[in-house]
């Protein structure tokens, strides 16, 4: 039988195209509600800055960053709830269902914290209340990256997967960048004590408008699950997921060094050089715009490289370059005048973090069956992510406050050491995971 390649007739080419623009239109969908949630949740992190006195005004700087980033970890805490209640709701009854219910959570609670009076107010309320927001918010991430990556990669095209499902962290650090470029318009625009009487909820109600209208584009997405699947007496459940258990270890494994180090160059990155370095708030902000667009950009270039070198491949130059980079990049970052020369060590680490975060959904969603696809993806990645990368600045701000700040950068590097060993103990799931028979 010969095995030559017969030309596609007008037909089939077209439908090949109205295929690939459906995929692409979906991807888009999704993505837009993924960039609206993370920057409600991130827009929190960047202003903390200004709003930490208003609910926590006892105090130094440090102390008063510190309880904020309390409430920051707390909203983390809520992620395996999140990933558990809305992996099931994606088995259960759709991709789509699940990520609208969780864009309209975040829009709730973006509009509680805009509208939170202080405790200049109301007292120890005032701090109560704020954390009510965030676990609403955390419940809300917890269940919509879960459900996003699962969504992403199962309409990705074949051999392209890793390209497009990077998009989701290319809409994910969009957010951040948003929360960023929000901010520095405002310190543009506003003095300092008008940010911190007022202007500092102005992105949280941005974030609440942007909300319903991702909950309208998310509206129209197709279904990736068949009414089968999502009628299996097993889709969604916490005991069929068990039956893959050394797959939800490895996620949870790579997950907690690919967090930590994540959330280390990106929020609390901020924080560190203005409270560590010494730089100005707003140099420090527009040094973290410039290295998160670099950053936004790298992320379908990794991922396409992924589709040439393997999931497992990227995972494991991740690995390693991490743990040997982490230490020295953080204390070149400690002792940096220049923002050029802090800009550039960001971007190196990010390039770095980019090997695991281009490819982190699409890894997740190959390594589990379509039935529990979403809550294996949501909960596992939940776990790590909310023991480690939702703790990082609270680490780091703790160590700093008892003198040791340099033992946070050990920390960090010993976690990717764990992420390298995790990942070099496992299958390709790009080559043999679940995803490679589906079109």
């Not at 950053?295 to 490289?305: T, V």
Request: with cysteine; hydrophobic share 50%.
């Amino acid at each position: 039988m010969s095995n030559i390649d017969i030309p596609m007739t007008a037909t089939e080419h077209a439908e090949k195209r109205a295929d690939e623009r459906r995929r692409i239109f979906a991807i888009l969908g999704a993505s837009s509600g993924n960039l609206v949630e993370w920057f409600d949740f991130y827009v929190y992190s960047f202003c903390a800055i200004y709003f930490a006195p208003a609910f926590f005004p006892k105090g130094d700087p440090t102390s008063q960053l510190l309880n904020t980033a309390g409430v920051f970890a707390a909203g983390f805490l809520m992620r395996p709830i999140g990933g558990w209640l809305f992996g099931r709701i994606a088995d259960k009854h759709g991709r789509r269902t699940s990520m609208m219910i969780s864009v309209l959570m975040m829009c709730g609670g973006s509009l509680l914290i805009a509208c939170l009076p202080t405790y200049a107010s109301i007292g120890a309320l005032a701090p109560a209340l704020l954390l009510l927001a965030r676990l609403f918010q955390g419940l809300s991430v917890g269940g919509e990256y879960g459900t996003s990556a699962t969504y992403m990669s199962e309409v990705a095209m074949k051999g392209k997967r890793g390209f497009y499902a990077s998009f989701q962290y290319v809409t994910l650090i969009g957010g951040q960048l948003l929360a960023v470029l929000v901010l520095v318009i405002l310190q543009q625009l506003l003095s300092l004590d008008e940010l911190k009487a007022w202007g500092w909820r102005i992105p949280f109600v941005l974030g609440a408008i942007t909300a319903v209208i991702a909950l309208y584009l998310r509206k129209s997405l197709s279904e990736t699950t068949t009414e089968e699947q999502r009628k299996n007496k097993e889709a969604g459940t916490l005991k069929a997921l068990m039956k893959h258990k050394a797959a939800f270890f490895t996620v949870v494994g790579f997950t907690a060094g690919g967090s930590l180090i994540f959330y280390t160059f990106t929020t609390y990155m901020q924080k560190y050089l203005v409270n560590t370095a010494g730089m100005p708030a707003k140099t420090a902000s527009n040094v973290m715009t410039g290295a998160l667009f670099v950053y936004m950009i790298m992320q379908p270039l990794f991922g396409a490289l992924s589709d040439k070198i393997g999931r497992r491949t990227s995972m494991l130059w991740f690995g390693a370059l991490a743990t040997i980079m982490t230490v020295p990049v953080l204390h070149a970052l400690k002792d940096v005048t220049d923002p050029y020369e802090a800009f550039g060590l960001v971007v190196v680490a990010l390039a770095v973090v980019s090997l695991y975060t281009s490819i982190s959904g699409l890894i997740k969603a190959e390594m589990f069956p379509p039935e529990v696809r979403a809550l294996g993806v949501g909960l596992s990645y939940a776990v790590g992510n909310a023991a480690f990368g939702g703790s990082a600045e609270f680490v780091a701000l703790s160590l700093k406050s008892w003198g040791m700040e340099s033992s946070f950068y050990w920390y960090v590097s010993f976690m990717c050491l764990i992420a390298f060993l995790v990942s070099f103990r496992m299958r390709d799931p790009g080559k043999e995971g679940y995803l490679v028979h589906t079109p």
